[in-house]
């Protein structure tokens, strides 16, 4: 069975934005994305809320176009273009998106059968209020946290409403240079 991986920048106090959704507190550098690169490319899948995939159609699919347009830029570009994206939303229309599915109804049935799919990890990108949903319904099978050097004292925490406690098993850990901590778990479900 697939997996649901969070994919998600995270300050030391537990918040994935600001108050306001602000997210310029976020450190990213070329070590960052050479080493989320490879992990992403390894995904078929990429899940998102309604507002992180807006953001991410406005952006991603002509990226690469741009004369400035960095290494990251144009890798993220065509990843982008070619993976399978589905959205979680209750206002969105999925007619004319390419190689996009929408889910407003049904949830825990839906992600089930995408997860009884054959492929690789989907990776659930930012959308914390999608992610929180998934939390909710114990679907997410782990976590990929950046860890940035921040406390921010208020914000849209990742870990709301948690209705069960979670036992998780660290996989891995990294340092970079900016200061940023990658740790991954998997959620152990004995």
């Known amino acids: 069975m697939r997996k649901i991986i969070s994919f998600m920048h995270i300050s030391l106090d537990g918040f994935v934005a600001g108050p306001n959704g602000e997210m310029d507190w976020i450190k990213v550098d070329e070590e960052i994305f ?14 998102y809320g309604r507002v992180t995939y807006e953001m991410m159609e406005s952006y991603w699919p002509t990226a690469a176009d741009s004369p400035e347009a960095s290494k990251h830029d144009i890798e993220h570009s065509k990843w982008y273009k070619n993976v399978r994206k589905v959205v979680l939303s209750k206002t969105m229309s999925g007619a004319g998106l390419a190689n996009t599915e929408i889910i407003s109804e049904n949830l825990a049935d839906r992600i089930n059968e995408i997860k009884q799919q054959a492929g690789n990890d989907i990776l659930l990108f930012g959308s914390p209020s999608a992610t929180h949903s998934l939390m909710q319904l114990d679907l997410i099978d782990g976590y990929w946290l950046f860890v940035n050097p921040v406390i921010l004292g208020q914000g849209i925490p990742l870990f709301a409403d948690m209705k069960n406690k979670t036992e998780l098993k660290l996989l891995s850990t990294r340092q970079f240079t900016s200061g940023v901590t990658e740790l991954s778990y998997i959620v152990d479900r004995k």
Do not use: K, N, Q
């Open 34 to 47: 050479d080493y989320g690169h490879v992990r992403i490319s390894e995904g078929d899948t990429a899940l």
